[in-house]
């Protein structure tokens, strides 16, 4: 077959199979649509995932490490006394700082906090800190207000937390207890799980919570990077210590991780459900749709156009379909979901908020498997076209 011949066939056949889908809008119409759905809930949904890894991600720096109590899982269920936090700060690979060692003892506890609009109650992580914490946390500042005083029952409150809660907003009364927080501030951290928590003076929290001296966790600046092993090394050679020792980034790396996978995994599952029940009626679809156009079939036919251009063309109709089912979808998925405010519950009992993420690589996979589902959905019919008896098809109508 001339290759020229060839494409000149297959653009003439497509561009009638075109008029015919304006003619007729309603199948093709139906077919996209089906395609347009498939690929928005797919992206929506991975977009969560995508979110939630890249506040993960985002929490941490590489030359800090996270110290709790031996066993522990998590801040949550750690316990470090007094003692323990000068012990680390005695040990080799500790930054310096003006007041000496930066080591951030940190104390978290959890307030029943309303959201905004349902007024439906969450844990929001009530974080205690000292000075020290805002050198191991370099990427927390206030972008509103002011910095809480010690000695005083005030807090700072994360980005993402004051636009979720109620009772959040600067100048608000946070209510726990028989205690009252005044929020003085708004913090931002780069989009990190930090930004979902409310922060006040470690020792103000230790009273009120009748914690004693004890803390949670503490985070530790090292002098590099590379001074983890040697930290860690001394740490665990240490007698007055009974801790475990991770790197910040591989401690919140690991949550984001585990979720982003259940999250995608779902979210593909959903996903290809969907696209079985949008191929079966994008080939039942077609199948109508070039029924109607048997006479027109067997006339090129008859006229001398190839099976191969036949095929190519109406595989070629279900790609374009495809395409513009999976740039629809994708477009209405960014504009809708990118950037959305959310949150989830870790551990069961924690609320942390995050944003979807529709990211280039997602509109990609979505656009590819809207392909797919229309080269999928043409290829039975395109088969079935390229096969078409001129004489019977030309008698039946």
């Known amino acids: 077959m001339n290759a020229s011949g060839w494409l000149r066939e297959t653009r003439s056949i497509l561009l009638l199979g075109f008029r015919n889908a304006i003619v007729r809008p309603m199948l093709p119409a139906i077919v996209i649509i089906g395609f347009i759905a498939v690929v928005l809930v797919m992206v929506s949904v991975l977009s969560i995932g995508h979110g939630l890894s890249n506040m993960y991600t985002n929490s941490g720096s590489q030359d800090v490490t996270i110290v709790m109590s031996s066993g522990a899982f998590a801040e949550g269920v750690s316990h470090l006394s007094e003692a323990d936090i000068q012990a680390l700060g005695s040990e080799p690979g500790v930054a310096q700082g003006a007041q000496g060692p930066v080591v951030s003892p940190e104390l978290i506890t959890t307030v029943e906090v309303p959201k905004r609009g349902s007024g439906v ?202 395409l513009i089912g999976g740039v629809v979808g994708g477009a209405i998925a960014y504009f809708v979901f990118n950037g959305y405010q959310a949150g989830t519950m870790v551990g069961g009992t924690t609320q942390v908020d995050f944003q979807f993420a529709v990211t280039a690589g997602l509109l990609m996979a979505g656009i590819a498997f809207a392909l797919f589902m229309g080269f999928i959905g043409g290829l039975f019919p395109a088969i079935r076209a390229a096969r078409l008896s001129v004489a019977k098809a030309l008698r039946e109508t």
């Open 121 to 322: 109650v969450s844990n929001v992580i009530l974080r205690g800190v000292t000075t020290d914490a805002f050198q191991a946390h370099p990427k927390v500042h206030v972008i509103a207000g002011r910095m809480f005083r010690s000695g005083v029952h005030e807090v700072i409150v994360g980005r993402q937390a004051e636009r979720e809660y109620r009772d959040l907003s600067l100048g608000s009364k946070l209510h726990s207890g028989s205690d009252t927080w005044t929020v003085v501030g708004i913090f931002a951290a780069d989009g990190s799980i930090h930004e979902s928590e409310i922060w006040t003076d470690a020792e103000g929290l230790q009273t009120a919570f009748h914690m004693g001296n004890s803390y949670s966790s503490a985070y530790i600046k090292l002098t590099s990077p590379s001074a983890y092993k040697t930290f860690v090394a001394a740490v665990n050679k240490d007698p007055r210590l009974n801790v475990q020792v991770e790197a910040e980034k591989s401690y919140y790396s690991k949550f984001g991780s585990g979720v982003g996978h259940i999250i995608n995994s779902a979210g593909i599952a959903i996903a290809i459900l969907m696209a079985l029940g949008a191929v079966i009626g994008a080939i039942n679809l077609m199948y109508t749709h070039l029924a109607a156009r048997n006479r027109e079939m067997a006339t090129l036919r008859a006229v001398g156009f190839r099976r191969m251009s036949v095929l190519s063309a109406v595989l070629l109709e279900g790609l374009v379909f495809g």
